[in-house]
């Protein structure tokens, strides 16, 4: 197939993306706590073709949060390890956050996870914003932002030389000869930064996509350059088309000018949807979730998902004017002042309206116009795909699947089966080369 085709990637969040979500579905409150969950969520995206699986992770949590909704934030590469066994296509990107761990170690880990899947590994790249996070590793406050991005950067170019510390050709399986790998094909990194010092080579040959896919999703000026030199998918969040086809264009842009093939860099924004037969019975789904929603997280929640610590500000005055005058900590926050600015009600009142993370396309109506709205981002360039947020899960995600997908399909728009078995197949995204083999500038790596 060489027309463009679409491409679905699925976050993961518990129950569902909308908070009440535990409280309506037939599942039992703690099934977000068994392997069945997962399951059940990779077989329905599995059944819709889609590309892959994303596992969000922030290693921490405010507690606020346990009273209002799950939250069981398991280690997302050992959840996908599990998932990645009783699965055959799905792909499965977990996030790893660059903050917080060491290179070598996050190399080997997702590796693994790319043998043990068979090539459907990818690594959501973060640099984690919430400072609930910093505290369980030993640091009084997150680095600023410009300092973790400098990191993630490292971090990376050093985790892509520790994935290509074997030649492809490595292995020789010689029993006559009694030579398991050649010792001649090993590059061992031998990084010396500003911030690692990595020395030896993995355990085990280059792995299944000689890298596992790269992912990443944050909007500031360091996620676009991030995402410039080194995503293939990125994760946006952009409320309508024009800005969707604007950040498109400055990612491709951004790869661009690190030398890279924009083509190799798919943008998909996320859409949160609630699907129903009519789009009456669509909005009383939504009117459903959020009738019972708790203004009290709300307002929290906000706070906390902009990198501020909620338990020091008062949620019945407007957000200070100090603050409001400070540099907003992360894209969220820069949206959440936008708002702020323009309406001085108490925190509380403003947050009441944000239903969805700052800046997250919203879709409650039928398979019918989802299909068109999704088929009208495309084609005008603001997508090369989704991020699908549903609400409910499996549930929404069942109505996508088995509705949405076929509109998508009989436009000719979205593939009628898998036609590779990696997640870089499915993307159509090449095998990096080796750099430690291929002449500099050859490959997209
Ligand atoms: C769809 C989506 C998923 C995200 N998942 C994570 C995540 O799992 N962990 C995380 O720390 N941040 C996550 N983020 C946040 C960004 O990666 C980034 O850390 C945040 O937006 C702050 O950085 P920025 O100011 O560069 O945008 C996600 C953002 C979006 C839009």
Redesign the pocket.
């Known amino acids: 197939m060489s027309e463009r085709q679409l491409h679905f990637n699925v976050?993961v969040m518990d129950a569902g993306y909308h908070e009440s979500a535990w409280r309506v579905v037939p599942e039992p409150p703690d099934s977000v706590l068994h392997l069945e969950h997962y399951l059940e969520v990779a077989r329905v995206a599995e059944r819709g073709l889609l590309d892959s699986l994303f596992f969000?992770?922030?290693p921490g949590i405010a507690e606020f949060r346990v009273e209002h909704m799950p939250q069981p934030h398991f280690d997302p590469i050992d959840l996908l390890s599990a998932v990645a066994a009783r699965t055959e296509r799905i792909g499965l990107i977990a996030?790893g956050?660059t903050t917080f761990g060491a290179p070598w170690d996050l190399a080997r880990r997702f590796a693994t996870l790319d043998f043990l899947s068979d090539g459907r590994a990818g690594w959501?790249v973060?640099?984690?914003?919430?400072p609930v996070a910093a505290r369980n590793f030993g640091l009084e406050r997150l680095p600023d932002?410009s300092e973790r991005y400098a990191r993630a950067q490292e971090f990376v170019e050093v985790v892509q030389r520790v994935w290509d510390g074997w030649e492809d050709g490595a292995f020789v399986g010689s029993r006559e000869q009694g030579v398991w790998a050649d010792r001649g094909r090993l590059h061992a990194p031998r990084f010396r930064g500003e911030r690692f010092e990595v020395a030896g080579i993995l355990p085990f040959p280059r792995s299944p996509q000689g890298h596992p896919l790269l992912a990443q999703?944050?909007?500031?000026a360091?996620?676009i350059a991030l995402a410039g030199r080194y995503a293939e998918v990125v994760?946006?969040?952009k409320p309508t088309l024009e800005e969707g086809a604007a950040y498109r264009a400055e990612l491709r842009a951004a790869a661009a000018a690190a030398g890279r093939d924009p083509d190799h860099l798919h943008v998909l924004p996320?859409v949160a949807f609630v699907l129903g037969s009519t789009e009456a019975e669509a909005r009383e789904r939504r009117a459903a979730l959020e009738s019972i929603v708790s203004s009290e997280f709300r307002w929290r929640n906000l706070l906390n998902m902009s990198g501020f610590d909620p338990d020091l500000l008062d949620p019945d005055e407007p957000l200070p004017d100090e603050l409001l005058a400070s540099r907003p900590p992360?894209?969220?926050a820069a949206r959440v002042f936008e708002q702020a600015r323009a309406r001085r009600v108490p925190f509380r009142e403003l947050a009441e309206s944000f239903a969805v993370l700052p800046g997250q396309l919203e879709f409650t109506g039928t398979p019918e116009q989802l299909a068109e709205t999704i088929a009208r981002w495309f084609e005008a360039g603001a997508a090369d795909g989704f991020?699908l947020l549903p609400t409910t899960l499996p549930h929404q995600l069942g109505e996508f699947a088995d509705h949405v997908v076929p509109l998508l399909q009989a436009r000719g728009i979205y593939r009628r089966e898998y036609e590779g078995r990696t997640l870089r197949d499915h993307y159509g995204l090449p095998r990096p080369a080796n750099a430690n083999v291929a002449p500099v500038g050859v490959g997209d790596a």
């Open positions: 976050l969000a992770d922030v996030t956050s959501n973060v640099t984690t914003a919430l932002p999703a944050g909007a500031s360091g996620g994760f946006a969040a996320g992360t894209s969220v991020t």
